[in-house]
């Protein structure tokens, strides 16, 4: 008999399902757990999503990936359970994270620390095969979590500047003398400053997470469904150099006042709308260059 120790595996009741390897109580116990942890987190985080214009896209982020789930169920359900212990760091970790993130009043660090919490709870109960399965919808996750302060103030700013580079640059086509300084753009009537509202991170978050979402249901290759989201970048910070270009041709040939209020505001869902025409061009063209192989089948 030798003097190696084996690790026991971790056991659990074995029921029909996709959640097998997690009886009810337990499952109800951690349901309660993650309720008293994340209840004011989670509140506050919606709390933004309403009020906050520029991550107004997360509220849909959730059901979206609900939905990814339901569609997947009948195969997720077919994946056999395997408990793994090898998850207890990894819950750890997401513990940790939310320790730092409540101590440090990093709201950031507190919200993702639920998205590491959650990977940890399925392998612990599911096994990493099944955190495989779901690996797309947990992770896409992350884009309902508002960036950092610092992080969006540091990308902000390039984005002001880039967009009044661009502007500069095209208005004088339309027979538009202007002078730029920084992210100021003076025309003969007035200047025109690129604020942070207008910097196009807005749309930016906003067009990436709908390109994801378009690529996921409009397309299986893995590898476009990529392209386009990384298209989405150039596409919003296109349309968005157009809507300050447009803006600045309302005040030179028709009203200076017409640069805010209304027509601000209905540029803004425009460009918007055009970015997403843009998006579906771009997939077009990607289709129509790389067609599919004959009797070749659209995967669910």
Known sequence: ????????????????????GLPVWQG????????????????????????DKNFQHGIFVPA???FVLWKNWKALRTIEPAPSWTALPVIVGGLVTLMLGEFGAELFLSRVSLLILLAGLIVLFHGWPFFRAVLFPWSVLILMI??????????TFPLQI?????????LPVFGVVVHREGNVIELASMKLEVVAACSGIRSLLSLVTLAIIYGYLMEDRNWVRVLL????????????????????????????????????????????VVSLIMLFVFHSV???IWKRPAGEVRHA
């Open 1 to 20: 008999m030798g003097n190696s120790v084996q690790v026991a595996p971790l056991v659990v009741r074995k029921q029909s399902g996709s959640f097998a």
């Open 28 to 51: 109800a116990a951690v349901l309660v757990l993650l309720v008293w942890l994340y209840a004011d987190i989670l509140a506050r985080l919606s709390t933004q999503w309403i009020n």
């Open 64 to 66: 979206f990936a609900v």
């Open 146 to 155: 508002p960036i950092p302060v610092i992080v969006f103030q540091k990308v």
């Open 162 to 170: 880039l967009a009044s580079k661009l502007a500069s640059v095209v």
């Open 229 to 272: 989201a990384i298209a989405a970048i150039p596409i919003a910070v296109t349309a968005n150099s157009f809507r300050i270009v447009g803006t600045g041709l309302l005040v030179q040939y028709w009203d200076p006042e017409k640069a805010e209020g209304f027509f601000h505001l209905f540029e803004g869902w425009l460009i918007f």
């Open 286 to 288: 990607i289709a129509r």
